[in-house]
């Protein structure tokens, strides 16, 4: 049974960078494409990054491009995303996910697995 757990959140000023990890328990772990996705308070949740299986293919959302980045280390199950430049904007619970769709999957649909989330709380 595939689990993930995500861990890095916290509170943090405007302009600050934070690096969420997420890792993965169970098998095949480079077979599945891993995406983040985050919900602000009040809103729908979101597609943010999305990383291939061997990761030499990544997409980010247009509102993070240039700021966040994502990375993932098969060797250790885990999947990251590099946060920079932070913004109140990008306050909310971030959520990592895993997915056997090919073709960097960008909707909550294409993804079976899903973490708990970390909350990200930026101020400015």
């Known amino acids: 049974q595939v689990q993930l757990v995500e861990s890095g959140g916290g509170k943090v000023q405007a302009g600050a960078s934070l690096n969420l990890s997420c890792v993965f328990s169970?098998?095949?772990?480079?077979?599945?494409?891993m995406g983040w996705f985050r919900q602000a308070p009040g809103k729908e949740r979101t597609f943010v990054a999305v990383i291939s299986w061997g990761a030499d293919s990544t997409l980010v959302a247009d509102s993070v491009k240039g700021r966040f980045t994502i990375s993932r280390d098969n060797a250790r199950k885990s999947v990251y995303l590099q946060m920079n430049s932070l913004k109140p904007e990008d306050t909310a619970v971030y959520y990592c996910?895993?997915?056997?769709?090919?073709?960097?999957?960008?909707?909550?649909?294409?993804?079976?697995?899903w973490g708990q989330g970390t909350q990200v709380t930026v101020s400015s």
């Open positions: 996910a895993a997915s056997r769709y090919v073709g960097l999957p960008r909707t909550e649909s294409s993804y079976g697995v």
């Open positions: 169970g098998n095949a772990f480079n077979t599945y494409f």
